[in-house]
């Protein structure tokens, strides 16, 4: 199976450019966020230190850009595999390629931090979940794109959760 690889606007999920072949590719797509992590490839165009394309390797860079990119895999039949949020990206070119490593959408919330406080009791776990996630996507990110639907909630749960405090605090003691 032939792989191709995508860097997409993290906002709007438009398909910025086909990235090159990517090499040591690992991935994994889960409900709870999958892992990638694969190295772009530059040493073609830094080869020559006199004759270096710098301009080639700052938007070969670029597009992957942590908190600005997405990365999307299609396979041969052009079915997407999955799209994962690039978190950091090596600063070096050494050894031809440049590294990066991401988790996938269902991961992001995790990472951001609240803005406000809330505090739920005996109320739709479903609807919690829907105003977290409303949050942690259009909170700091007013131009994404983001549908969420609304969905019948047949268990209860108290919630609470203080301002600056993690979507998941309790993972991360």
Same mark, same amino acid.
């Given at each position: 199976?032939?792989?191709?690889?995508? @860097?997409?606007?993290? %906002?709007?999920?438009?398909?910025?450019?086909?990235?090159? @072949?990517?090499?040591?590719?690992?991935?994994?797509?889960?409900?709870?966020?999958?892992?990638?992590?694969?190295?772009?490839?530059?040493?073609?165009?830094?080869?020559?230190?006199?004759?270096?394309?710098?301009?080639?390797?700052?938007?070969?860079?670029?597009?992957?850009?942590?908190? %600005?990119?997405?990365? @999307?895999?299609?396979?041969?039949?052009?079915?997407?595999?999955?799209?994962?949020?690039?978190?950091?990206?090596?600063?070096?070119?050494?050894?031809? @390629?440049?590294?990066?490593?991401?988790?996938?959408?269902?991961?992001?919330?995790?990472?951001?931090?609240?803005? !406000?406080?809330? #505090?739920?009791?005996?109320?739709?776990?479903?609807?919690?979940?829907?105003? %977290?996630?409303?949050?942690?996507?259009?909170?700091?990110? !007013?131009?994404?794109?983001?549908?969420?639907? !609304?969905? !019948?909630?047949?268990?209860?749960? #108290?919630?609470?959760?203080?301002?600056?405090?993690?979507?998941?605090?309790?993972?991360?003691?």
């Amino acid at each position: 199976m032939r792989l191709r690889f995508w @860097a997409c606007e993290a %906002l709007s999920g438009d398909v910025v450019a086909e990235l090159p @072949a990517l090499s040591d590719v690992s991935f994994s797509s889960r409900f709870d966020g999958g892992r990638f992590s694969g190295r772009v490839p530059v040493e073609a165009l830094t080869r020559d230190r006199l004759g270096v394309d710098w301009t080639e390797v700052s938007r070969r860079v670029g597009l992957v850009q942590p908190g %600005l990119r997405t990365i @999307a895999v299609t396979d041969d039949s052009n079915r997407l595999l999955g799209e994962w949020l690039p978190l950091s990206r090596g600063r070096s070119t050494s050894g031809g @390629a440049v590294t990066i490593e991401g988790v996938g959408w269902e991961k992001y919330p995790s990472f951001r931090s609240l803005h !406000a406080s809330y #505090d739920y009791t005996n109320t739709g776990q479903m609807g919690i979940a829907k105003t %977290l996630l409303t949050d942690a996507f259009l909170g700091w990110n !007013a131009g994404m794109q983001l549908t969420i639907p !609304a969905v !019948a909630s047949t268990v209860n749960r #108290d919630f609470k959760r203080e301002t600056r405090t993690c979507y998941r605090s309790e993972e991360h003691t």
